[in-house]
């Protein structure tokens, strides 16, 4: 690192002055909030992917689906309707009833499939909660230092 003046270059014992303690803190945060975001923004550019291919893939398999049932519905109300002596009513009701159920069924599994992303940002919480304790020693550090406190190394040494 290059001492700017005559406050920022180590003391005797090879400790950093207060100001520059707290400048390379002041840049650390800044260093962390930047970071963070990028990594924010990465996480959440790839939760929307995961999330809008399983969207798409539901939407196309329905839409398939929908257009390949309505000629078999119709073979199977017809032929239905003929096995139950020319009782078509009760025949479409059944159809309409299956079909209900595995509509269901899979549109339950596709909703589960966009369930289970995981969304929490667990990266960006990790990378968070480390950054904050760095800093929170930091600051520890520099309280100390005011208080007069030495340990038997240097804090802020280089």
Request: with cysteine; proline share 1%.
């Amino acid at each position: 690192m290059a001492y700017n003046n005559y406050t920022d270059s180590p003391d005797a014992n090879g400790n950093l002055s207060y100001g520059t303690v707290l400048k390379e803190l002041g840049q650390s945060a800044r260093d962390l909030i930047q970071s963070e975001i990028r990594l924010v923004a990465l996480e959440l550019k790839n939760a929307t992917h995961k999330v809008s291919k399983h969207s798409a893939q539901a939407a196309v398999f329905g839409g398939l689906l929908v257009l390949s049932i309505f000629p078999f519905l119709a073979f199977v109300v017809i032929g239905l309707g003929q096995l139950l002596d020319d009782r078509y009513w009760l025949s479409s009701l059944i159809v309409a009833i299956v079909c209900a159920v595995v509509g269901g069924i899979m549109a339950y599994r596709a909703y589960k499939k966009i369930k289970e992303e995981d969304l929490d940002f667990s990266a960006t919480k990790a990378t968070w909660n480390r950054e904050i304790n760095t800093v929170q020693e930091r600051i520890n550090e520099v309280k100390d230092a005011a208080r007069g406190e030495r340990h038997d190394t240097n804090q802020f040494q280089h």
